[in-house]
């Protein structure tokens, strides 16, 4: 089972998450389970690692790649983290 924390991606709206769902839903045939901040996902084709490619290119796609960073949150756990920007004079 990998899960998914949303938490940050959260903050750009319902929408972007529905959007996340259907975009998994429709490359593993799988339905995830969301529970607050976190999508739950099981299944063969359900690696670590094909889930991070699948989220960074539902995040490119979506043009929030500059603003959001998929990273590893220990076992089995993937986080949608939000990226720390420079702020300008810096």
């Not at 750009?12 to 529905?18: A, P, Y």
């Not at 045939?29 to 989220?55: A, I, Q, W």
């Amino acid at each position: 089972m990998i899960k998914v924390d949303l938490s940050d991606l959260k903050v750009e709206g319902k929408e972007v998450v529905d959007e996340l769902l259907e975009f998994i839903k429709a490359r593993l045939g799988v339905n995830p389970e969301v529970s607050s901040d976190t999508m739950k996902l099981e299944g063969e084709k359900c690696t670590k690692e094909y889930m991070r490619v699948l989220l960074r290119k539902f995040l490119h796609k979506n043009g929030l790649k500059p603003y959001y960073r998929v990273i590893s949150g220990g076992d089995d756990v993937l986080i949608i983290k939000e990226r720390k920007i420079p702020k300008q004079g810096e």
